[in-house]
Nanobody, 119 residues
């Protein structure tokens, strides 16, 4: 079992930055691929970024590539999402998720944190 708790959301002007953090419980954090997803009102949840167990491999959605950076600290059981050059279309509830490296679907989800970007 893994419990995930996000923090760091808020209101920011377009062009600004925010850093989201996800704290995970459990002693096996380093065995999970970690991802960030987001869901805007009236839209389906979409993938944002993921990082492999070591932090050495990352992957981003085209919509955030070059603006967002995902990172993890296995000693602290955290995964962060640095978001720069924010746009109004980045407004959404952001959730972190965890999955075992050999699975395709994410098993564990946080409750989400709201990010609002004003124009």
């Amino acid at each position: 079992q893994v419990q995930l708790v996000e923090s760091g959301g808020g209101l920011v002007q377009a062009g600004g930055s925010l850093r989201l953090s996800c704290a995970a419980s459990g002693r096996t954090f380093s065995t999970y691929t970690m991802g960030w997803f987001r869901q805007a009102p009236g839209k389906e949840r979409e993938f944002v970024a993921r990082v492999n167990w070591s932090g050495g491999n990352t992957y981003y959605a085209d919509s955030v590539k070059g603006r967002f950076t995902i990172s993890r600290d296995n000693a602290k059981n955290t995964v962060d999402l640095q978001m720069n050059s924010l746009k109004p279309e980045d407004t959404a509830v952001y959730s972190c998720a965890a999955k075992k490296i050999y699975l395709e679907t994410y098993e564990y989800w946080g409750q989400g944190t709201q990010v609002t970007v004003s124009s």
